[in-house]
């Protein structure tokens, strides 16, 4: 984990001199906001892993020495196949296309997010597939 | 007709570049000179067997600044080509004489090469040798920038020059003249100016963001909507120059083209007068200045 | 039905040798399959084959917009035809071809297999991706079947030519809405990635044993996270401005043209690398492979990847140094930074390939002609970087020239490079290596014939993106070179079509590690079966397959082992094969191991 946050942090540390250079240097506000913008990226999860990683046991993926019997076990739960994606996919494309041809392709659109979104939600509980 | 950039004139590159420096110095603004002489020096001799830098495919630059571009340029290609052709016969070296060979004793296998997989002296060598080069190169791309988008307090003649789509607008600021013309005329507008003396241009759009661009002055800058560029050309050349937008603007901007016609001071007064004259005469004939739409122009300039 | 992946136990490096799982992934089959997969692998390989497509159809248009160069005062195709073909010739590749491969189709299907996953950590978000992706295709393409046509204004759309006064008409509107969702679809592949990465590992797997290929794909998601938001929402205000009467990008209404430019090229440049980090991760996988040596200076390739992304986001104004309203001094000592990392990189490839033992394989092939493109136009890009050479040569062909061979070297070179790599991977089946030899001869040779007169048509001041221009500038003859070098890059490709049907109709099976291959994903099956692994080799270095079958080597990445070896070749003695392997791990020679099924 420490890694991992700290190379995020880096980031955050990057970006906040080189906006700080470009600020002062520039005066230029687009640029300014997009380099702190950044900074924040780096900063907020990598400050999160960062408290995480000096309060949490090391994991298997961050030991030298860690044997492949030590990670044994459930890994995490991944879903089975499932059509909501596509669903939820191509109602979010008409949706977005109703911008510009007009609100008849939103209508479908809609319905097929929200059914996506129901329909995901019902798998998941069933864990149930297709 | 265009003339190709004349060469003659600019032999002594070295004693230039070293009289550019010696300028600067005299005005104070620089120090550690010796150093600054010296990596001229160490540069000049590096690209300079005869007196004079080779184009490598680009102009020579019919201006003082366009010139000062060429210098940079073929510096900078000299520089380029001493580190590609080591890159490149570092490549070519590893791929002829590292290919696989069968391993010892007849077996079809290949042979193991040694597994080695850093060498730290050697990767900070080739840290550190890169940001010297490019430290160099900086340093004189600031000179060459500096000179380059140097405005002087009292040009010769002022030309505010208007892109539209697609055309150009010249108008000779204090003189009452304007030259217009368009994709749809197909007369592609002239802007005389005169050879050895400062031009300022004064560099705005009507509409989109276009491109002044004219190749033998190794020279663009965009025409934007909202924005005023400054700068200034020293033609050391008579000719004509072939001008064109380089930055995409529609429909026909394969159409926006201008020329430069550079001629000598008196040569241009005579023409300014005679055309001063004309537009005076003809009113109606002298196109409508254009003016460009916005209210909240920023002024700009290096 | 939701699979808890279980992680066997006994994975100690032993080959798998009992009875292969049947495949817990009872799912549907044929195009219910496909549609419904969340397979990571289904998923990259839809995303892969979409992309190829696209990059022929956006080849087409390149041939189009050559042929009409071809001759001076040309008249083949009419000015709007010639100005929506490189808009969406630009659009096609660099939106939809050359990212995607990347990081939706080579990168989905590696990753998770490089690192020891069973699957990305989001399958489903995954697949949400790929539809977003090809949604967002189709409507950008089927802009060209709108009443005014495709969007015309370039594909960096700058404002004020992409408002709705200069440009109206649905085309532009269809290109904004594709740029959000294909947008959207890269950040969320990009947060899937990073979590794949930080939380998927295999036991053992640090950080600083991941291949660089991983590595590389890391530090390209988060640059994604930097730079598609500021994309996404410059398109959103794009639309604001044509549609609801806003005035962001607009002088008459007190809005500012250039922050359209800021924006864009904060999102363009790291683009950039975008579009290269991935593929230079591809040819450092490649390299220690066919040079059968390890990566060399790993930690100097990791710390040069976060230096280029980390520069590549303050360099962002280079391409508006000619608007005379940026830093210059600031950009251009950034941009010439960035040389540097790149240089390490070249050295540490070299290095790689120094005194190893190199077989030319057709990935090797390619990723050695990376090499040759990305170096001319890496060095141009160098000159590029110095402001003054850039206002002689802005928006000139040197530029157009420098692009294409930055990108044709990465996207295409070493994009190809990967596809031969792990196309035995994906499919199981090999493809020819004479036809693979080849495709990559014949594309060399077009690649250098197309750009290099590219470059002598810019200095002599051929501006990009006219359609016309007249005889008797002396660009006639260049012009046609790069035509006939850009049809010899088009006849290439037949070389590979024809591959790929001879190894579909004439399968020869590929087994699981063809090319004696070190990194993790050379240890599944070929195709790897759902959910990957089964067992795990031990993972000690960042190559933990060739550990494996070459347990002598072990120890070779300790630094006593390398002042130990470089004592003995001083000795006279060549190579590192007297070392015992020492930690009891089985091997089996030179073939992988066979796995398999995930369990229930």
Known sequence: MRVEALLLLGLAVFFTITGTVYWFTSYEQAGTLMLIGSALLGLLPGAYYFWWSRRMEERTEDRDDAEVAEGAGTVAAFPGSSIWPFVLGVGLALTAVALVLGIWTAVPGIALVISALVGVTVESRRGGTV | MILPPGDRRFRGTLARVGRAVASREASGRMKGHKTRNAVVLALGAVGLSACQLPNFGGYRGSTAQGYDTHELYAGAVIAAIVVGVLVFALITWSVFRYRARPAKGGDASIRMPRQFHDNPVLEIVYTVVPVIIVGVLFFFTVLTENNVDAVSTHPYASIKVTAFQWGWQFNYQGEGVQIIGNDVTQQYPQMVVPTGKTVRITLVSNDVVHGFYVPAFNFSRYAQPGIVNLFDLTVTHSGVYRGQCTQFCGLYHSEMVFTVKAVPAAQYQSWLRAEQANQADHPSQAPPPLQPSSKYHIQYGY | ?600
Not at chain 3, 212 to 225: D, E, G, K, S
Not at chain 3, 242 to 247: C, L
Not at chain 3, 480 to 506: D, K, R
Request: glycine residues 10%; proline residues 6%.
């Open chain 3, 1 to 600: 039905m939701t699979i808890t992946q279980e992680r066997a136990p006994g994975a100690a490096g032993a080959p798998f040798a009992g009875e292969v799982l049947p495949d817990h992934d009872e799912g549907p089959s044929g195009l219910l399959k496909w549609i419904s997969s969340t397979d990571h692998k289904v998923i990259g390989k839809n995303y892969l084959y979409t992309s190829i497509i696209l990059f022929f159809i956006s080849g087409i248009m390149a041939m189009l917009i050559r042929a009409q160069l071809s001759q001076p005062n040309s008249s083949l195709i009419s000015f709007q035809q010639f100005n929506e073909l490189f808009t969406m010739h630009g659009s096609l590749m660099l939106y939809l071809y050359a990212g995607p491969f990347a990081f939706g189709g080579l990168a989905n299907y590696v990753i998770p297999l490089q690192v020891g996953a069973p699957d990305m950590a989001f399958p489903r978000l995954n697949a949400l991706s790929y539809w977003l992706y090809l949604s967002g295709s189709i409507i950008m393409v089927s802009g060209f079947l709108t009443a005014g046509g495709a969007a015309s204004f370039g594909w960096v759309g700058y404002a004020p030519l992409s408002s709705v006064t200069n440009s109206p008409g649905t085309g532009p509107d269809l290109w904004i809405i594709a740029i959000a969702l294909t947008g959207f679809s890269a950040i969320f592949t990009a947060v899937n990635l990073i979590t794949t990465i930080f939380y998927l590992r295999a036991p053992g797997m640090t950080m600083f044993r991941l291949p660089i290929f991983t590595w590389n794909m890391l530090v390209t998601a988060i640059l994604i996270l930097i730079a598609f938001p500021v994309l996404t929402a410059a398109m959103v205000m794009l639309f604001a401005d044509r549609h609801f009467g806003t005035h962001i990008y607009s002088v008459a209404g007190g809005g500012v043209p250039l922050l359209w430019q800021h924006l864009f090229w904060f999102f363009g440049h790291p683009e950039v690398y975008i579009l290269a980090l991935p593929y230079f991760g591809i040819v450092t996988d490649i390299l220690p492979t066919f040079s059968r040596k390890p990566v060399f200076g790993y930690k100097g390739m990791v710390f040069a990847t976060m230096a280029i992304a980390g520069l590549s986001t303050g360099v962002w104004a280079h391409h508006m140094f000619t608007t005379g309203a940026v830093l210059l001094p600031f950009f251009s000592l950034l941009s010439f930074l960035i040389a540097v990392p790149t240089g390490i990189k070249f050295f540490n490839w070299i290095g790689t390939m120094w005194r190893g033992q190199l077989t030319f394989k057709v990935p090797m092939l390619f990723a050695i002609g990376f090499l040759f493109a990305f170096l001319m136009g890496g060095l141009s890009g160098v000159l590029l970087a110095s402001p003054p050479i850039d206002f002689a040569t802005h928006d000139t062909y040197f530029v157009v020239a420098h692009f294409h061979q930055v990108l044709f070297g990465t996207a295409v070179f070493a994009a190809f490079a990967g596809f031969y790599y792990w196309y035995p991977k994906m499919t199981g089946r090999m493809l020819r290596e004479g036809l693979g030899k080849a495709h990559f001869w014949v594309m060399f040779i077009g690649f250098w014939l197309t750009y290099v007169p590219q470059y002598v048509l810019g200095l002599r001041g051929m501006p990009r993106r006219i359609a016309v221009y007249p005889s008797g500038l002396g660009w006639t003859f260049m012009n046609q070179l790069s035509t006939i070098g850009a049809s010899i890059i088009a006849l290439s490709f037949l070389f590979m079509l024809y591959n790929l049907w001879v190894s579909w109709a004439h399968p020869i099976p590929a087994g699981d590690n063809p090319w004696d291959a070190g990194t993790l994903e050379w240890w599944a099956s070929s195709p790897p079966l759902h959910h990957n692994f089964v067992n795990l080799p031990r993972i000690r270095s960042e190559r933990p397959v060739w550990d494996a079958n070459h347990p002598e080597h072990d120890k070779a990445h300790r630094p006593s082992a390398i002042a130990r070896m470089a004592a003995m070749s001083a000795n006279g003695q060549t190579g590192g094969n007297g070392h015992a392997g020492g930690n009891g791990q089985a091997g089996d020679g030179t073939t992988g191991s066979p796995g398999s099924a995930g369990a229930h």
